[in-house]
């Protein structure tokens, strides 16, 4: 008697095999994606308007939010671990990536705002190499957010007054400006934070803080000021 060999098993194709395996990896990722989700729709707190970063020309009520919130929360961390006082806050117009939306304020708004892992850097600076960042300052005329300091300019950029922390500046004496990483790498042609003479990193994302910042406020009532503004 002749036996018939065994029928083998069919392979699967190579689509429906390519199918199977992403809805393994559909079902794997599903609770991750249901939590993050729920995470991100936390409510922190709620903004009695909307703010963009081009309500202003030199200071905007979404930069000095951000920039006030940075010296806020930075000021203790470095007061108790390195015994510094801070003195200024330089962030970048650019790396406002979303508007402030009036209502309430998620968890998510500070991704929408702040998507990148930028970290906070203190930089020590000489006054001397401050009056390289007000140049810029000045002749870039972007609304940077800033804290800390009060510059009035004309409209052709020429610098007209100049306070930190209510003081005149001194050529000589060291400040501690808090910035984020990538603008202390020369992010922005900002090349003047090479010339700090000693730094110091913090493990605390500008995002990190702005999520802080919110839990922190009950109700967000942001404004311009007159921190940076045109004089005559």
Do not use: W
Request: hydrophobic share 35%; charged share 25%; proline share 5%.
């Amino acid at each position: 008697m002749i036996r018939r060999p065994p029928r083998s098993t069919p392979k699967p194709s190579s689509a429906a095999s390519d199918v199977y395996k992403r809805q393994e990896i559909n079902d794997f990722i599903k609770p991750y994606k249901k939590n993050l989700k729920s995470s991100m729709n936390e409510f922190l707190c709620y903004s009695t308007g909307t703010h963009e970063k081009s309500d202003g020309e030199l200071n905007t009520a979404i930069g000095n939010m951000m920039a006030d919130a940075v010296f806020e929360f930075i000021s203790p961390i470095i007061k108790q671990q390195y015994n510094l006082n801070l003195d200024i806050v330089l962030l970048n117009h650019g790396g406002i990536r979303a508007p402030l939306p009036k209502g309430p304020i998620l968890k998510e708004t500070a991704f929408n705002i702040m998507p990148f892992e930028n970290k906070v850097i203190i930089a020590q600076m000489r006054g001397s190499v401050i009056l390289d960042m007000i140049n810029y300052l000045s002749s870039s005329k972007i609304a940077h957010p800033i804290s800390g300091m009060k510059i009035q300019i004309s409209r052709k950029g020429v610098l007209k007054k100049l306070s930190i922390q209510g003081q005149t500046i001194e050529r000589n004496k060291i400040y501690n400006v808090a910035t984020n990483d990538y603008l202390f790498n020369g992010g922005d042609r900002m090349d003047f934070f090479k010339r700090s003479d000693t730094f110091y990193k913090l493990n605390y994302k500008i995002r990190s803080i702005l999520i802080d910042y919110f839990t922190s406020k009950d109700t967000l009532k942001l404004k311009r000021d007159s921190r940076f503004e045109y004089i005559k």
